[in-house]
């Protein structure tokens, strides 16, 4: 059985390593990307290698939402967590976004919310 495949991609160093290792620690395979632009081309070359995305908001070379708009015009059906550490970005995602995890966030919140995501994607009606 393969492992699920998860992309994380932050610009914070510190969030992005802890992240990945929460994730490893919960049983998932990792890709960890601090650009956005280098998380959207190894996105490109395998987007059926990644089960879900998990991208901070705010990031220098392309915020959160639009990569989650490139990375959906390639896999629509790709499930997608947005991360935000700024008081309000937390309560709503864009139409794109299937969750909102407010940083900093605990182990049991990002797992709450990684698998309430994935199994919502795995009852989702097929298009």
Same mark, same amino acid.
């Given at each position: ?10 610009d ?11 994730l490893?620690r ?14 959207l081309?190894?996105f490109?070359?395998? $987007? &059926? ?7 901070? *908001? ?5 915020? %959160?939402?639009?990569? @989650?708009? !490139?990375?959906?015009?390639?896999? $629509? &059906?790709m ?6 550490? *700024? ?5 709503? %995602?864009?139409?794109? @976004?299937? !969750? ?14 990684? *698998? ?12």
């Amino acid at each position: 059985m393969t492992k699920t495949r998860i992309m994380v991609v932050d610009d914070e160093p510190a969030v992005l390593s802890i992240s990945g290792q929460m994730l490893e620690r919960l049983g998932y395979e990792v890709e960890i990307h601090s650009c956005a632009i280098d998380a959207l081309a190894s996105f490109e070359r395998d $987007p &059926e290698g990644f089960d879900l995305v998990i991208t901070d *908001r705010t990031m220098p070379s392309m915020t %959160g939402e639009e990569l @989650t708009g !490139r990375i959906l015009q390639i896999q $629509p &059906e790709m499930p997608v967590i947005l991360c935000s550490g *700024r008081d309000g970005d937390g309560k709503a %995602g864009n139409k794109q @976004t299937h !969750r909102v995890l407010r940083k900093p966030f605990r182990i049991r919140e990002l797992e709450d919310a990684v *698998r309430k995501t994935l199994d919502e994607q795995l009852l989702a009606p097929s298009a």
